[in-house]
């Protein structure tokens, strides 16, 4: 098979939610959001398992570069593991995605992470980080900033993440980072790229001049027209192609 069918097959398979398709979502966009330096040595991606109480994500310890299929742990609500190997923990902050997954049924996916570009608006005052790219529609209802920077490492921590979130997509965490949720991995993994792209396109903006969002028109014309389940499955073949030419994970993979 071509490394186009193999995409293409892939990206047909967006809406199947069989755990094993979902540890090789999860891996691939840990390892794509690593190498795109996006999630850097700390970040994780989660995945909401079949039955929605509990869900997959890595190990505390395991390198970003490195996650595989079956290096994934089974983590309940409360952050306890339910399957995996012996002894190896999730990350610290294992209470944002279990706390979200409580309180948001419509999310079943999540990315963390700690860009540096993207927390710049949450450290200078009367900035904040809008929509300027057209892809940012997806946060046209804001991005909340958390003004405690503290690790999410309890639940009640996990709780005030979710107050902050509210019904909204994605939010910082002032001077630590990011969280992105979607329907989908393979959406929360564009839209982390997305989200990115536009923090990196407002300071560039902000360096320039006076910054210039998009307008509540420009938005809602935008939104009119795009398809993002279209745009999902485009983006995760372009990416995860490149991917398997410069070897960040394997093409098997994407069979
Ligand atoms: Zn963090």
């Known amino acids: 098979m071509t490394l186009q069918k193999h995409a293409d097959h892939r990206a047909d398979a967006t809406e199947i ?36 109480e509990t869900f997959l994500v890595q190990p505390q310890n395991k390198s970003r570069a490195e996650v595989s299929p079956d290096d994934l742990l089974v983590c309940d609500l409360d952050g306890k593991v ?23 049924s419509d999310v079943n996916a999540i990315a963390h992470f700690h860009h540096d570009v993207t927390n710049v ?33 309890d639940p009640e921590r996990g709780r005030g993440i979710v107050r902050t979130l509210g019904p909204h997509h994605a939010m910082q965490i002032r001077a630590h980072g990011q969280i992105v949720t979607a ?9 982390s790229v997305h989200l990115v792209e536009n923090a990196e396109a407002a300071y560039r903006a902000c360096s320039l001049g006076k910054p210039k969002p998009l307008t509540d028109e420009e938005i809602e014309s935008f939104s009119h027209s795009f398809r993002r389940g279209h745009h999902i499955r485009k983006l995760w073949s372009y990416y995860t192609l490149g991917a398997i030419r410069e070897g960040v994970f394997p093409e098997a993979w994407a069979a």
């Not at 902050?93 to 997954?101: A, K, N, R």
């Not at 329907?183 to 839209?191: K, M, N, Y």
């Open 82 to 104: 339910v399957a995996g190997m012996p002894g190896v923990k999730p990350p610290s902050e294992v209470f944002l995605h279990c706390e979200i997954y409580r309180a948001r």
């Open 17 to 52: 939610a069989s755990e094993e398709a979902l540890r090789l979502d999860v891996s691939m966009s840990t390892r794509l959001l690593n190498s795109m330096k996006i999630l850097e040595y700390s970040g994780h991606v989660s995945a909401r398992l079949p039955g929605g």
């Open 183 to 191: 329907e989908t991995v393979r959406g929360v993994f564009i839209d």
């Open 121 to 153: 608006f949450t450290l200078v005052e009367d900035v904040p980080l809008l929509a300027f790219k057209n892809h940012a529609i997806r946060w046209k209802s804001g991005i909340p900033v958390h003004p405690d920077p503290a690790h999410v490492d």
